[in-house]
């Protein structure tokens, strides 16, 4: 029988080592001879990522159980409070720079004009335990933190993460994005800040997002709308001119308000700064933002970032980005393989033949027989060998009756 490696060392062969190396030496993260490598470290927790493993004892005992599969990886069995101490101590910028790597690889594939780029910006938060009140303390025994992200829907992808405490608001977050000049920004009510939209406006970029119920709207033109469509309004103007305390609105040019009804009847006020395109490829593009929501219910129902296994803002932060990398892999892996559509269903084949050594590609397929040159003992339990077992016994027993005779 042909050797193959198990599915695990298939889906790490993605993994850009000589990235991790390189970050391991600019922060020296391996300097102690004694804890745990930065390698083994990353094995373990995509390990966890993978097969789902729901605490540090689980871990532990997996891990044990498949020692004599982890060498090749580069892995190792590893104790509890070894991971433990990895996690609430090694630089995540270590782990950060190989999910760079392994975004940027996922997005060279699917290149395409700065222009025609979209990306949506939103955030997902995540429910702590009260052990991390020291840093994500977000109410009276509520603590929690946010991943924050920016989202291609086009390569389904993330393009950027920034993990921080609940208690920060999303567009404190934002303003520390990095921007795409030329890009499509779509974003919700979060992100509502003038000059920020001010900042992604001189860059060219084109924004699509909601404007609040009570938001002034200056009309300078109203365009006409086309018969049965969901669009209510479609008007250029001005947001307004003076803020709070009398601060000069930097959002003071032309920009655009399309009113759409949506399924349940709601009106929603979508606002942009690009007043060429069409009132419906503004209010399509604005629906597009479903995507990432998707994305996030995707990552909570598939990997492990619902229970965390510590409760340090680095050990949370180690978490969700080694979630992120195993998405990653998963995303590579299936769009080499697509042995299934469904990226769920293929996620779910993973997880159960994650230590099988077989190829991906023959993951649906059936196991394959034993080796007929085996030199075992073969058993035949068919009708024939059924009656032919049957006449010995007779003959055994008239054998006896004459013997006692």
Excluded at 142 to 147: D, E, S
Excluded at 222 to 236: K, T
Excluded at 346 to 369: H, N, Q
Aim: glycine share 6%.
């Amino acid at each position: 029988m042909p050797h193959h490696n198990i599915v695990f060392h298939s889906l790490l062969k993605q993994i850009p080592w000589p990235v991790l190396d390189r970050a391991v030496e600019q922060h020296e993260a391996d300097l102690d001879g004694r804890a745990l490598k930065a390698k083994p470290h990353l094995v373990a927790m995509l390990f966890a990522q993978l097969f789902g493993s729901r605490s540090l004892r689980d871990i532990e005992t997996t891990l044990q159980s498949q020692a004599g599969k982890l060498y090749h990886l580069g892995g190792e069995s590893i104790s509890r409070s070894a991971l433990a101490t990895a996690n609430g101590s090694r630089p995540v910028a270590v782990f950060g720079g190989v999910l760079s790597a392994l975004m940027a690889r996922l997005q060279r594939g699917y290149r395409r004009k700065i222009g025609a780029c979209v990306r949506l910006i939103d955030s997902t938060g995540v429910k702590l335990s009260n052990l991390s009140g020291n840093w994500a303390t977000f109410a009276a025994g509520v603590c929690g933190a946010k991943a924050h992200i920016i989202y291609d829907p086009d390569a389904d992808q993330p393009l950027y993460l920034m993990v921080t405490p609940a208690n920060v608001n999303d567009i404190t977050a934002a303003k520390e994005m990095p921007i795409e000049a030329g890009a499509s920004y779509v974003f919700d009510l979060g992100y509502y800040d003038y000059g920020w939209w001010a900042t992604l406006d001189a860059a060219g970029c084109r924004i699509v997002t909601r404007l609040k119920v009570n938001t002034p709207f200056a009309v300078i033109e109203d365009r006409p709308m086309a018969p049965g469509s969901s669009i209510r309004s479609d008007r250029i103007g001005h947001l307004p001119k003076r803020l709070a305390a009398c601060r000069r609105n930097p959002m003071c040019g032309l920009v655009r308000e399309i009113q759409v009804k949506i399924e349940n009847g709601k009106v929603l006020r979508i606002f942009t700064n690009d007043l060429a395109a069409s009132a419906q490829e503004i209010a399509d593009l604005y629906k597009r933002r479903w995507a990432i929501e998707l994305f996030f219910r995707w990552v909570k129902q598939t990997l492990k970032i619902g229970h965390f296994y510590g409760t340090s803002e680095n050990a949370v932060r180690i978490q969700i980005v080694t979630a992120l990398i195993a998405f990653l892999l998963l995303r590579l892996a299936h769009d080499a393989t697509a042995i299934v559509k469904s990226p769920l269903a293929f996620a779910r084949l993973i997880r159960a033949s994650l230590m099988d050594r077989r190829a991906i590609t023959d993951l649906l397929k059936p196991s394959p027989p034993p080796d007929s040159g085996s030199q075992q003992i073969k058993f035949d339990f068919g009708p024939a060998a059924t009656r032919a077992a049957h006449r010995r016994r007779v003959a055994r027993a008239h054998l006896s009756l004459e013997l006692a005779a």
